[in-house]
């Protein structure tokens, strides 16, 4: 193979990797879960769907392949992989606080970490996220206000 012919078959090859690259990137990246912060609105406990506890409410924030937040009480992260409307979550790493206020925190933490694992597919629809096992929602966020104070 001449020099000529190999530096174009480098080029195309070079060329179908950043292509590829770019898909990939669209793929995960450009579903509308990053870049936000999700507060939980309501989560699966026993099958029915409730609100959190109002002082310990989790939240999510997706970042570049990562998911971290607070779970309750403690902070976790983990990696995420999401494309087309398919998630998979974890595994996740906690902190290793206790938390006996408000009660029920920890079984609520033990639930939503629990729920996020167990979670297979996603819907962004504009400020809500919901991510869900098959047809069941498991979890439903909404973006976090941002408080703007006045100086």
Not at 19 to 39: H, P, S
Not at 119 to 147: C, K
Request: glycine share 12%; net charge negative; hydrophobic share 40%.
């Amino acid at each position: 193979m001449t020099e000529q012919n190999w530096l174009k078959y480098a080029a195309i090859a070079l060329g179908a990797v950043g292509f590829l690259a770019i898909i990939g990137l669209a793929l995960n990246y450009g579903d509308g879960l990053e870049g936000r912060t999700w507060v939980v609105q309501e989560m699966s406990v026993d099958g029915t769907m409730t609100a959190p506890i109002p002082q310990a409410t989790p939240y999510a924030v997706f970042e570049n392949g990562s998911i971290g937040g607070s779970a309750s009480c403690n902070t976790y992260n983990g990696g995420y992989e999401a494309g087309r409307g398919s998630i998979t979550i974890g595994p996740l790493i906690t902190t290793l606080m206790f938390c006996q206020e408000p009660q029920g925190t920890m079984d609520q933490e033990a639930a939503y970490l629990s729920l996020l694992e167990s979670a297979d597919s996603f819907s962004v629809d504009g400020d809500v996220l919901v991510l869900s096992n098959g047809d069941t929602p498991l979890i439903r966020y909404n973006v976090a206000e941002v408080v703007h104070q006045s100086g």
